[in-house]
């Protein structure tokens, strides 16, 4: 794709400039800088937590430890966090008419916050909690989080509203990313490891469907050598903000 003298920030940026229909894929790297620690990797969650706590059936067979370490990751160390240059820079790109929809696997809310206003949400949210016997949702800010399991007035259980490994992906979000994959031109990926299945697939939807992939990764992923056209590599802040500044510089 490049010619050896171009830059690859200068590629990416005709491409986005040029393009019909971008989108952007991101994970758990665009929020690292939020201070949210990504799951994989030296620093990831997963090697201070044991993943089994999000496994479906895990939780249903040992909530009180499962919700010990939700409530650490997903309620400690989310409350607080912010929108980050990256998140900013994608909310940018979509007000002035550059980007139509982020698709995320994050959990956090931080596309939102930053101001994006089409956020298809792989994985769910976890600013609300479902009980599991009636069926009702509430915001998670309204819980008592200081006794688990967290219980509803009904008396069922609550979990949190997004998605654990061994559950459905939300249909609706799940229908809308692959429609955006496949209409997409330029898929902007941003922060993902590639390894959770099917939220991997949606890359490789748009690749198969013409789409020009540009990467933005601090180490390359397994997206990098089946669908990265080009390859950006840096934290998202610096990344995202030098190619959000030089796609809305040019008139
Ligand atoms: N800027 C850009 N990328 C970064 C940064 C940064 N500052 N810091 C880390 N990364 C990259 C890492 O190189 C890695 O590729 O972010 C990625 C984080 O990978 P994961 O922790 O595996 O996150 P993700 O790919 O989103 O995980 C997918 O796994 O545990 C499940 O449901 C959870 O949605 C999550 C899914």
């Known amino acids: 794709m490049l010619t050896p ?3 690859p920030l200068d590629r990416a940026v005709a491409l986005i400039r040029n393009a019909g229909h971008v989108i952007a894929f991101t994970g758990a790297g665009i929020s690292v800088e939020s201070g949210i620690p990504a799951f994989r990797g030296e620093e990831g969650l997963w090697k201070r937590y044991d993943p089994r706590c999000l496994e479906i059936d895990y939780f249903h067979s040992h909530a009180g430890e499962a919700w010990r370490v939700i409530r650490e990751i997903f309620y400690d160390f989310f409350t607080g966090a912010k929108p980050n240059a990256a998140h900013r820079a994608l909310a940018d790109l979509e007000a002035h008419g550059r980007l139509r929809a982020v698709i995320t696997q994050n959990i956090d809310n931080l596309h ?28 998670a800010r309204a819980v008592d989080l200081t006794q688990l399991p967290p219980l509803c007035s009904c008396g069922g259980m609550y979990k949190p509203d997004f998605v654990f490994f061994g559950e459905m992906i939300p249909e609706k979000a799940r229908a809308a990313s692959f429609l955006e ?8 990926l941003v922060g993902t490891t590639g390894e959770v299945m099917p939220a ?26 089946r669908v990265t056209d080009i390859y950006l590599e840096g934290k998202a802040t610096e990344v ?8 809305l510089a040019q008139k």
Request: aromatic fraction near 2%; charged fraction near 20%; hydrophobic fraction near 40%.
């Open 5 to 7: 003298h171009e830059n």
């Open 181 to 188: 994959a496949e209409r997409a031109d330029v898929l902007l």
């Open 112 to 139: 939102q916050e930053a101001g994006s206003r089409v956020v298809h949400e792989f994985h769910g949210n976890s600013q609300v909690l479902l009980c599991l016997r009636c069926g009702q949702r509430v915001p």
């Open 240 to 247: 995202m903000q030098a190619l959000r500044d030089a796609v």
């Open 200 to 225: 991997n697939l949606v890359p490789e939807s748009a690749k198969r469907h013409g789409a020009a992939v540009i990467e933005i990764n601090t180490a390359p992923s397994l997206h990098t050598p």
